[in-house]
């Protein structure tokens, strides 16, 4: 008796695992995107230390046209392919540059915003073209186009430094107390950062490199981009990609 009671405690604890592990798989109902929350005005927190953004209310009425509950994950930026690829996220999706690069790593949706890599100076800089950075002190968000757009310019080479921060944020904070002589960044995040602090920045009118922002997907999950791209594709036709682009940009800037 004693050996039938401990076959079935065993078999009972084996099931339990399996039920267990089988429970513990991912909901296909959700989505997990990851984003840089430093990254406004596509995704950021705001005062009152909440996600928000044009690509956080797109994502949120994708995820509505899904029939899906979606999360922002934070994550570290220079780190999402790896996150995407082993499941922990199931999107990219903060201003995320479409590059052939990057083609290799995940699958895009068609592209949705314009944008190009930009010059930032101090209103008072002596800068004031691409060749003006020649011995002077850059920064940069790591592994982001920024880098990209820079390492593609002859000017590279005659910087006399290039300083890589973890997020706009760190390299705007850089620049303003004159650690830096100029930032490289994103045209969209420059002027929503030049609009919060008038008369502190200024844009230089020559740019680096234009560029697309697109959603990224894991590899081998062509179901899931198909589905995305029917949500942005209804959310471009019924008027609500347009209206969330006059919220945060004063324009539609939205690509059809």
Known sequence: MKKAALITLVLGMMLAVLAGCSGS??????????????FAPMGFRDESNEIVGFD???????????????????IDWKAKE?????????????????TEERKGKVLFTKPY??????????????????????????GLQSLSSAADALDANPIK?????????????LALSDLKTK?????????????????????????????????????????DNEELLNKL???????????????ISEKWFGEDKVLK
């Open 229 to 243: 791209q029917k949500a942005l594709d209804e959310l471009n036709q019924d008027g609500t990609a347009a209206t």
């Open 179 to 219: 650690r830096l002589d100029a930032v490289v960044i994103d045209e969209v995040v420059a002027r929503y950062y030049m609009s919060k602090d008038e008369g502190t920045f200024k844009l230089l009118d020559e740019s680096l490199a234009p560029e697309e922002y697109g959603i990224g997907v894991k590899k």
């Open 113 to 138: 915003l314009k944008n190009s890599q930009v010059i930032v100076t101090l209103a008072d800089s002596d800068i004031h073209a691409v060749s003006d950075l020649a011995g002077k002190v850059v």
């Open 56 to 74: 956080i209310d797109l994502a949120r009425a994708a995820a509505e046209k899904m029939g899906m509950e979606v999360t922002f994950q934070p």
């Open 25 to 38: 798989g991912k909901d296909d109902n959700k989505l997990v995107i990851g984003i840089d929350d430093k």
């Open 82 to 98: 790896s996150e995407l690829s082993s499941g922990r996220i199931d999107l990219i999706w903060n201003g995320y540059t479409i």
């Open 157 to 169: 080479s005659e910087i006399k430094t290039v300083s890589e921060f973890a997020d706009n944020v």
